[in-house]
RNA sequence: GGGGACGUCGCUUAGCCUGGUUUAAGGCCCUUGAUUGUCGAUCAAGUGAUCGUGGGUUCAAAUCCCAUCGUCCCCG
């Protein structure tokens, strides 16, 4: 693996960099469309590369679960059986066994879990996690950490650190004996700076080819998100990617370019696909409004994807109330590609050094 | 021709027997928001019916009575 920085801009703290890894080379900043379970949901792999995809995301919890980890062995690792050649990073998991499990206990040992789709016990351990994703053939892979929500106690907080510790410890011995592909590092700390700080700072004791910073964008303020964002990137080692775990709207993401950060991934372009809001160089546009039922004009008339080619608000508008399928793969299509595009823009103008101005230009029209 | 059942927002139901806490309730649809390491999910808010129509009884009627119109069923 290499990181590459090939230009720091000159007004923020924004960089574009080059990420070598095996299946090939990511520029960053960079979004990850999220494949949870082997699919970005209603896009084929071919429609990903039309949008521009580089690499995309796929969750180690939930393909454990289903179909499990035999299956995707018998078809020669998760690149192979979902048709998907680029790299792929993926989610260990950590956040899903604090979200969906049914019930959960967390040891030092590791998370015993109900799963969320039979009621079946399992415990996983940080180890486990990181064979999973050695079987899968993750490009990246990102080690169990446990995610609190907001509020957090600075006790639950804490705890939640140095278990994070522990486990990214143990991950990186497991990764050790096979070094297949690249392993994060997940910080924690909630809205803590102490604990941000001193999780950082233990997981650089230990040593990883990137850093993620985790347990942002779980219900705190935008204000409080950006503020400990900024706090905590400082102790992110430049030279290394910096990934914000399930970052997001595109404004948030921009801020946080802006702060630094290389590397994103949300749902939120497919989920708001699936619901019918679409993204645009205007701001948020909700498919499913009146206002659009005669409207003929493309989602976004700056917009070169093949939705906002060929197809009119009305009849995606029609699409949706009438729940056809095609409604939310268009609008998803629209809403992915906008994102990469975005990114794309991102990139071009930290490297005319006018990264600032593009974001402040973006935001504004956005208003 | 005879008998019966039923008419309550766009759809579908509750309320009627035992009149008053009904400014008529719920679900679906529709409208508008929310959605950040997934959610074809879910949540929140909102529009919408003078209770088929006309009389009557009563202090008070979606509710009781009469007539009428409409729909459906059964018997000839």
């Known amino acids: 693996?290499?990181?590459?920085?090939?230009?720091?801009?000159?007004?923020?703290?924004a960089r574009c960099g080059l990420l070598t890894l095996e299946r090939?080379?990511?520029?960053?900043?960079?979004?990850?469309?999220?494949?949870t379970q082997g699919s970005v949901k209603s896009l084929s792999p071919q429609e990903l590369d039309e949008c521009g995809a580089q690499i995309i995301l796929g969750n180690a919890y939930h393909l454990y679960l289903r179909p499990g980890l035999q299956i995707i062995e018998e078809s020669g690792g998760l690149h192979k059986f979902i048709s998907w050649p680029k790299p792929i990073l993926t989610d260990s998991g950590g956040y899903q066994i604090f979200s969906l499990a049914l019930l959960r206990k967390v040891k030092d040992e590791g998370v015993l879990f109900q799963s969320h789709l039979d009621g079946a016990r399992h415990l996983l351990t940080p180890e486990d996690v990181v064979r999973i994703q050695n079987v899968l053939g993750s490009d990246i892979s990102m080690p169990l950490d446990e995610c609190v929500s907001y509020p957090a106690s600075f006790e639950q907080a804490q705890k939640a650190v140095e278990r994070t510790t522990l486990w990214?410890?143990?991950s990186k011995k497991e990764f050790e004996k096979r070094k297949q592909g690249i392993l994060f590092g997940i910080a924690q700390g909630s809205t803590y700076k102490d604990l941000r700080k001193r999780s950082i700072n233990e997981l650089l004791?230990?040593?990883?080819?990137?850093?993620?910073?985790g347990g942002l964008s779980v219900g705190e303020p935008q204000d409080l998100r950006y503020n400990i964002l900024h706090f905590a990137i400082d102790d992110f080692p430049s030279g290394s990617p910096r990934y914000m775990m399930g970052v997001g709207l595109p404004e948030d993401i921009l801020e946080a370019v802006s702060m630094g950060v290389d590397m994103f991934d949300c749902v939120v372009p497919t989920r708001y696909g699936r619901n019918g809001t679409a993204f645009t160089s205007q701001g948020k546009l909700t498919v499913r409004n009146g206002e659009f039922a005669h409207d003929q004009r493309p989602l976004d008339e700056k917009c070169g994807c093949t939705c906002c080619r060929n197809f009119s608000r009305?009849?995606?508008?029609?699409?949706?109330n009438a729940g056809e399928i095609l409604g939310i793969r268009l609008v998803s299509y629209h809403n992915i590609y906008f994102f990469l595009h975005l990114m794309r823009e991102a990139r071009l103008a930290i490297?005319?050094?006018r990264f600032s101005a593009f974001k402040e230009n973006f935001?504004?029209?956005?208003?």
């Open 24 to 35: 090939g080379t990511i520029e960053t900043p960079i979004f990850m469309p999220v494949g």
């Open 168 to 170: 990214a410890l143990r």
């Open 314 to 320: 009305a009849y995606l508008r029609h699409l949706f």
């Open 205 to 213: 004791e230990i040593g990883f080819d990137g850093y993620a910073i």
């Open 1 to 13: 693996m290499d990181f590459k920085i090939i230009h720091k801009d000159t007004h923020s703290r």
């Open 363 to 367: 935001m504004a029209r956005c208003e």
């Open 351 to 353: 490297r005319e050094d």
